[in-house]
């Protein structure tokens, strides 16, 4: 950030607002609901403020914002055999009574699904900063919504059929006809398609002096998550290729926080946050097996000269144990997902250091 003059400044951020990344060992048990999931966002922010009085500050920013997922998971192709098996027995080509065997013959077949998309939003900002005196002072600040059209392709690594010998060695015929079918209809490569609507946030924020030694710090935020009702993803022609219902919820983060003074140089830093999930239970999913969380913080800021300072801190979150019991969204392509029932063990340790530096 520079200052214009007196009244205006103008500056830049770069973060990442959103991200995700949870993955499994390939042979977990819930593999045909998930394997890895990666969600990056990267926000350019320009923004400008304006100094209404001396209690009074506005500001507003655009946002520039890039999305990229990643998301993969085993394909239960024996299932998609077994259904097959299941029509081609229906059309008259094979008795039913020679399916059990078949589908013992191929059992065991895992291939791979892996989606890819991203996409570019615009959104904006805005905030108001209220000083009562020269130790007190309360902000405010909006973001709004990014809606996204993500595109991108699902690749599908399709397993290798065994030859049938013995008593089914005439049927192989049959079975290679319905891997084809399968590889060519519906575990085939192409474009797809996924509408997400990333949420608004809202957050009011305190800050009091209390004496040469102390300042306390507040903070209330709410997240729209709701935004969020399923993931949809859709071929290129518009068929469905995999819906998973989400149903996310709006949250609350409220957190307080103390700065001490240690020495002339030095600040030493402690807060607490209590941060809600937006993952209801009954929709909670391997790929988002979050909970409620509570956060224990500390850090410090080291002044290093008139101009540059380094801060460090360091986070432990409490995550109560999230339990899943699920059965996968609606699977068309990728058939036999299979349930998920049990509990997380889940914590989390945060450690991060910036240098700042502030050029006049």
Do not use: C
């Not at 299932?79 to 008795?95: E, H, K, S, T």
């Amino acid at each position: 950030s520079t200052a214009i003059n007196d009244r205006v400044h103008v500056g830049i951020g770069i973060n990442a607002p959103f991200g995700l990344k949870t993955e499994y060992d390939d042979g977990w048990i819930g593999r045909y609901q998930a394997l890895k999931s990666e969600i990056q966002t990267i926000n350019v922010n320009p923004s400008v403020s304006y100094k209404v009085s001396d209690a009074v500050w506005l500001g507003a920013g655009m946002n520039y914002q890039h999305f990229k997922a990643e998301l993969t998971q085993a394909v239960n192709y024996t299932g998609a055999l077994a259904q097959g098996y299941a029509a081609a027995a229906a059309g008259g080509l094979i008795p039913a009574a020679v399916i059990p065997a078949l589908i013992g013959a191929t059992s065991g077949l895992d291939g791979k699904s892996k989606v890819t998309a991203d996409d570019s939003a615009y959104g904006w900002n805005v905030g108001a900063i209220y000083s009562f005196n020269e130790d007190a002072r309360i902000g405010v600040a909006y973001r709004s919504k990014l809606k996204y059209a993500l595109v991108g392709n699902a690749n599908f690594q399709n397993p290798t059929i065994p030859t049938l010998a013995g008593p089914l060695a005439a049927l192989n015929p049959v079975v290679v006809a319905v891997s084809n079918q399968i590889n060519q209809t519906r575990l085939f490569d192409g474009g797809i398609k996924l509408d997400i609507t990333m949420p608004d946030t809202a957050s009011l924020s305190y800050y009091q002096r209390i004496n040469d030694k102390y300042d306390i710090l507040a903070d209330v935020t709410w997240t729209g998550w709701s935004s969020i009702k399923e993931l949809r993803i859709l071929r290129s022609d518009g068929s469905l290729l995999s819906l998973t219902p989400e149903n996310f919820r709006d949250t609350w983060r409220v957190s307080a926080g103390i700065n001490y003074q240690y020495a002339e140089k030095i600040v030493l830093r402690a807060g607490v946050a209590f941060d809600q999930t937006p993952v209801n239970s009954t929709d909670r999913t391997p790929r988002l097996p979050d909970n409620d969380r509570t956060w224990l913080t500390v850090g410090g800021r080291f002044k290093l000269s008139p101009a540059s300072n380094i801060d460090v801190g360091a986070a432990y979150i409490f995550v109560k144990d999230p339990s899943i019991n699920i059965v996968g969204g609606t699977p068309v392509s990728v058939p036999g997902t299979g349930l998920i029932n049990g509990s997380y063990k889940s914590n989390v340790v945060i450690l991060s250091g910036q240098i700042n530096y502030r050029f006049r």
